[in-house]
Every structure is written in C-alpha cells, then in structure tokens.
C-alpha cells in the first residue's frame, strides 16, 4: 500500500517491517489480505495486518486447542513463563520505547518508563500465577461430616480488546494469562504497533503456541464477532472505543460470557486482582468424612 | 444401611410395606384470603389493583389471592428500598445489622413448623424436605450472613468493601424460601437494601418472611417483596435505581437479563439452569451410590438446577446399577405433601408437568427407553412418577436440555477420560457427581469436571459456608460461604 521507501542516508535502502497477526504461534497475514499503514518510528509508514472475522475464529480455534495443555501446566511454571516474557520485553526496551513514542506522543522519558513500567508489571503478575489460589480458594467449614474446599480455576477463552497503550496492554493481558486463561487480544487503531511488537516477545518467549493470539484491526469491525463468539468464555472490554462496549455486553450474553468492562482507568497505578479474580471459576468440592 | 436391607437389596421380591396416612396439620399456618404486597415494612395495596392466584398443586385447589406488582408498584419498592439504603441500613454500624439479621434466623427457627407447612402446601414438596432442608437451612443462611455484617473488612485485602446499593432479586419456585434466604442474607450482610420478586407459583412463604422481618423489627425498606410475573421481574431488574441484580432461574431468562442489562453498569450474577452428570465407577460404594443417584435426581422432583439429571455408569456395572435403582424407586413414595411418609411430592405447575411430559415423550421417540416406577398418581394435583431412561445418546434431547423434574437419563462410560468426556459435553457448568472409593480419582476427576460444585461420593449437599454457582452458561457468581459476599460488595 502506501508506505514510503526510505533510505538510511547513505544510499543504502532500508528494510521495513510488515507487522502481521500473531495466530496460534505463527505471523499470518490477514487471511482478508489486507492491511493498514500506521506511522511508526521517526515517521515512517508501516504496513500492519487487519485482521478480519475470520481471523478473529482461527484466533479462538488456536487458543481453545492450547487451553487444556496451558491450564493445566502449574502455577509455578505459568509464573516462569510470564517472568520470562518480562525478559524479552526489557531486552527489547529501546525499541518498545521507540514504538511508544510513535504512537503515543509522549516525551522520551516518559517512554522509557512506560516501558520499565511494563516489565515491571509482567513481574508482578508473574508472580502472582501461585497465589491467587490463597486470595479465592477456601476451605469451607460446613455444618456436617464433610471436608469441602473451593479452589479458583481458569474461565478459558478469554478476549481482551488492547488499550492504547504498552502498559494498557501490560495490565489487561498479564491477569488473564497470570489467572490460567488462554487469550485473544485485539487491537484496534490505536496502539497496534505496540501490540504487534508485543507479539514478537512473546513468540521469542515460553508462551506456548495459541495461548497468546495477537490481532490487529479495527475495533468496530471485530468487536461483534469477538462478544459473540461461543468459543469466547470471558471479555475484557477495557479497551474497547466506549461507544461499542453496551453493544459487546449485549452479545456476550447470548453464551453467558463473563465480562470485564469498567472503563479505561490511569495504567500507571497497580491495577490490583479485580481482573484476575473475574477471569476465575471457583469449583467447590465436598466429600463425606467417614470410615 | 443395614445387612438385612443389604439382604432385601440382594433379593428378588421387593419388599411391600403399607404405611398409614401421617399428615402435618395444616392448623398451625393461617392462609389468608388475600396477599398485599410489602413495601417500606408494610403491606400494601398494589397501585393499579390487580391480583393473581396461587394454586396448590397437589390439589389444584386456589390457596390466596396474592397482588401482581406493577412498574409502579417496583418504583415504589425500589424508591423505599433506596431511601433506607442512604438514611438507615447502610449508615448502621455492622454490628446492629448483624443482630437484625440473626434476629431473623431466629425467628425462622422459631416458626420452622408453620414455614414448612406452608411451603409444602404451596409449592408441592414433601413435608420431611421442607421440614428437614428447605427451613433449617434458610435458617442458617442468615444466621452465617448475620455474623458477616460486622467483619466486612475480612473478606478479601484491601481497602473495606461497602456496599453497591439496592439489589433487585429475582428467585425461582423450587425452593422459594431456601433462594429468598440466599438472595436477602448477604446483599443485607454487606449493608444493601433489597427488593426480591418470588416466583410467581410460590409467593407465600416470601411473604410470611416479610411478616418475620416486621417482627424482627426490621427497619422499613431495608427488605421489600413484589409478587408478580416475568414482567415484574422484569421492570425491577430495569429499574434504574437498581445498583446490583442477582436472578436464580432459567438459562434462557439469564441471557435476556445479561443482554438487557448491557451497558448499565449494573452488577449481575446469574444462577441458571443444569444439566449435572452423576458419575459411578465400578468400585463404588453401590449401596450408597444408589442412594446418592435417587437423591441426585428424586430429591425435590427433580426440580433443582444442580439436579443429576445425566447417569453415567461405568459399562461393566451398568446393567446392575439400574437393575438396584429400580428396585430402589419401586419404594418411593408419591402423593400427599404433607404426608410425612412421602418420598415425592407434587410437580410444582401444570406448566411444568406439559414440560416434563413433553421431553419425556420426545425422550421416548428419539429412542431412549422409559421405565417408571409403578406407583399410583392421585387424580387431583400435578404428578410424574420417577423414570429412568436408559439406552440415551449424549445427542437426545433428553441428556442435553433441562427437564427440571423427576426423569434421569442413563449412559455408560468405560474409562475416566471418557466419562469426563461426556460430563463436559455440554453448555451447563453447573455441578457434578463422582462416585468412587479411589482417593485419587476422585480429585483427578475433580479437577476435569468443569462445574461449580463437585460432590464426591454424596449429591445435594448445601451449606452456608460452600460456594455455589456455575461455570459457562450455568451463571456467573457465587452464593455462599465468603464469595457470596462479593456479589454484594464495591469491586
């Protein structure tokens, strides 16, 4: 499309990057065969994949695959994984710093902390994949001979519509990976060069694929499929542009979805457990005590 | 169980025993004439004047008039509910809120007989159930409630919870005082106000709870019940002034309450349908897996949403589990409510027992095999005698969509895998039962099944203090135990 060739000012013609889906553990192409050109670093224009429905069902089919093997993987080797994704961001820090100057206007400074900010948040929550069972888990004491404990465990699929930012990202994906989940996230006008650099460290990190599946796109495209989808347990609607959320709730009820949607708050404070808390089922299991 | 019945279980002939009719009296439970509605802790007139019957439906015969509630009728409920929220029950230290609320589970507890005796005659359920589980424990849910008031500060870390606001509770007819006592106990722990909408088959016991809250000195407001119908529950869950809705009833009604709450703001949690696997494996206690089968599914005429309604059976055990299940049903007894020998009550609407009657037909002709245990069904009331179909496919009708009454669908598994397999084939989330002596299976199975509550070796367990609620599209959100607060409580 329209991307200007650029050249490095020595003659020598640069080499621009197409940022593609990330569905599945693969970079894709749009099976629509599309695209849009966002401006990146030092303005220059970069083609990045728009994703369509049905990139949005190859998404789900992938993540619903890996869910069993990644739920049942333990919480201590879920919490590596996410301190391990924590690596591959600060190792890439200059140019995640790059991509959020870009594309979110901020001063330099400011960038570089967005991006310290968002590995220190995957770090966070890395560590809280072991912990979470000691917030919601219980052991209840019911008035009979029987032992009954409730435990949390993962909802499933769970969508997550990216903010705009790197540490929006940061703190709507880390819950639902941190809680057991698998997800799809989508990205929508703004932010999505952010979100597709996020797919590459988290293809060089321990992710397995198809328990992260990164899309970009235009939100009020997708956002119908993504609510309705029944292959879709769980919503993060965080964000989604505020004039698609009432519609998203209403089709995430047609399969009893749960959702998140309380607004886009300040990412810059901890976002606390609410997110995680509501992207668990709690199991409650009782057995007689007898001999 | 003791060796001779063991012996009698074993034998060929089943064991005929006549019982004498032992009726509860109906004395000590004054039905009035007619119901008012109860707003602002007092009875009152609906606005537009209109009122509905309620039927006993183990004779058909009219037992009350009761008042439909209007949309004006809710604002009124929801305005007095709002006004007590902001002037009284929400600034009142925790501590006099909790002893409002054990005041009520003492009352409870102190009527326990005439509460029985009502819900029986309203909704159809065997006395020695709503004597025995449906009182007791919706006794015991204020009671656990009651000491929560004033400890809101542990439930989770953090800064201290309040409150949402006003509830609007809509409950089912299955257990109507049970859901009213699951519904108000934690949304008035937490310091909300409430107005709950009854089934429309069974407001009485509703309503003689509003008369334990005036003697509970209750302040005005803090509790209020509409009677009505869908469109009741409908404009309350509407209503504006509603901060926090919690519904306990169909999977179908749940969806249009989420879709129509799109977009408010509102909290919601959702209690919906089932369509539970009881799983037996072939080192089971038979005897006592038998008795967790027929309580799994009989209990309450099958109308519980966490019902075991699907048998899987281990195939080498198969043909000698419903062979001990018959002969099992052959003794349980139907008819008279009231009647303290009864096993199985009436079917609680006729609406209800077209639906039973319609699956199970469909059951039939989509090639599952019927069997009913032989008993005589009274010609006046609504009644379906236990069956058991067996030679079902996961793909019948009658293993995938809820019947809510006394019919079980049986299949056959031959490994673990496979048997979780078919537990979570299906849209519900809701509970599970495994029936094994293996320590570790039953956890490994525990852990596969995805329902909101498990029961190991035992079925229909309820407590206080034990989470409950589903996964997928059994709901969302938990009643009970710590959990069942949050519903309640600020994120």
């Known amino acids: 499309m329209g991307s200007k060739p650029t050249s490095s000012g020595n003659g020598r013609l640069s080499v621009a990057k197409t940022r593609k889906l990330y569905i599945d553990g693969a970079f894709v192409r749009s099976e629509s065969g599309r695209s849009f050109v966002e401006t990146g670093p030092g303005g220059v224009a970069v083609n990045v994949a728009w994703a369509s429905r049905k990139d949005v069902r190859d998404a789900v089919s992938a993540a619903r695959r890996r869910l069993p093997a990644w739920s049942a993987l333990t919480a201590y080797n879920r919490g590596q994984i996410l301190y391990r994704l924590a690596e591959m961001i600060e190792s890439r820090s200059g140019e995640f710093a790059e991509l959020v100057l870009a594309q979110e206007g901020c001063g330099e400074a400011a960038a570089r902390a967005e991006v310290e900010a968002a590995v220190d948040r995957w770090v966070w929550y890395a560590g809280w994949t072991d912990k979470i069972g000691h917030l919601a888990a219980s052991v209840n004491p019911v008035a009979g001979p029987y032992f009954n404990f409730s435990l949390p465990e993962p909802t499933g699929v769970v969508a997550v519509f990216a903010p705009a930012s790197l540490l929006g990202i940061t703190s709507v994906l880390a819950p639902v990976m941190a809680a057991g989940n698998v997800a799809v996230m989508v990205a929508g006008e703004r932010g999505s060069l952010v979100a597709a650099s996020l797919a590459e460290a988290v293809a060089t990190s321990d992710f397995p694929a198809g328990s992260v599946n990164i899309l970009t796109g235009r939100q009020p495209e997708l956002a119908g499929t993504v609510s309705t989808h029944r292959g879709i347990d769980g919503l993060d609607l965080s964000g989604l542009l505020p004039e698609l959320r009432a519609e998203a709730e209403s089709g995430a009820a047609g399969s009893v979805k749960r959702v998140f949607s309380e607004g886009a708050p300040d990412w810059t404070g901890l976002p606390g457990v609410s997110r995680v808390l509501s992207f668990v089922e709690v199991k409650t299991v009782w057995h007689p005590i007898g001999i | ?491």
């Open chain 2, 1 to 491: 169980m003791t060796s001779a019945s063991n012996d009698r279980a074993a034998g060929n002939a089943p064991l005929a025993i006549e019982y004498a009719p032992a009726p509860e009296s109906k004395a000590v439970v004054n039905i009035r004439e007619r119901y008012q509605l109860f707003i602002d802790g007092s009875f009152v007139p609906p606005l537009q004047g209109g009122y509905f019957p309620t039927i006993n439906p183990a004779t058909e015969e009219p037992l009350a008039e009761v008042a439909l509630a209007g949309e004006d009728d809710v604002d009124r409920a929801v305005g007095a509910a709002r006004r007590a929220f902001d002037e009284v029950w929400s600034p009142m230290p925790g501590r006099e809120r909790a002893k409002y609320i054990f005041r009520i589970a003492r009352i409870i507890q102190e009527r326990a007989r005439e509460l029985a005796v009502l819900e029986s005659i309203d909704n159809g359920k065997p006395i020695r159930e709503s004597r025995d589980v449906d009182v007791p424990l919706a006794a015991a849910y204020f009671f656990y409630y009651a000491g929560w008031a004033d400890k809101l500060e542990y439930v989770r870390p953090g800064p201290v919870p309040g409150p949402i606001g006003v509830a609007g509770q809509v409950i089912p007819w299955n257990f109507p005082l049970l859901m009213a006592a699951w519904k108000l106990a934690p949304a008035l722990a937490a310091g909300n106000t409430c107005v709950l909408k009854p089934a429309e088959t069974t407001p009485l016991s509703a309503l003689l709870l509003a008369e334990i809250f005036q003697q509970a000195e209750l302040p005005p407001g803090v509790a209020n019940i509409v009677t009505g119908a869908g469109a009741t529950g409908a404009a309350l869950v509407a209503h504006p002034g509603v901060g926090k809705v919690a519904f306990t009833g169909s999977t179908e009604v749940g969806k249009q309450i989420q879709g129509e709450l799109a977009g408010s703001g509102k909290r919601l949690t959702l209690e919906l349908g089932g369509k539970a696997a009881n799983i037996i494996f072939d080192d089971a206690p038979i005897e006592q897996a038998i008795e967790g089968i027929v309580n799994g599914i009989y209990f309450n005429q099958g109308h519980v949403c966490c019902a075991g309604s699907r048998l899987l059976v281990q195939e080498s055990i198969a043909d000698e589990v419903v062979e001990r299940l018959r002969r099992r049903l052959a003794t349980l007894r139907l008819g008279d409510p009231l009647d303290k020998n009864t096993d199985i009550g009436a079917i609680n609407s006729a609406a209800q027992l077209e639906k039973i009657r319609r699956l199970s037909k469909t059951g039939e002709a989509e090639g599952g095999i019927s069997w009913s245990s032989g008993c005589a069904l009274p010609e006046r009331g609504y009644w379906f005698p236990p069956t058991v179909f067996t030679k079902v496919e996961p793909a019948h009708t009658i293993a995938r969509e809820e019947i809510f009454g006394p019919v079980l669908s049986v299949m056959t598994f031959r490994t673990p895998e496979e048997a979780v397999q078919r537990a979570n084939n299906t849209v519900y989330g809701l509970s599970a039962g495994v029936w094994t002596e293996k320590g570790s299976r039953i956890l490994w199975m525990a852990e596969r099944l995805r329902a909101g509550v498990v029961w190991a070796n035992t079925y229909n367990r309820f407590d206080p203090a034990s989470p409950f609620g589903g996964f997928k599209e059994s709901g969302f959100g938990r009643e009970g135990g710590r959990h069942g607060l949050e519903a309640y409580l600020e994120r």
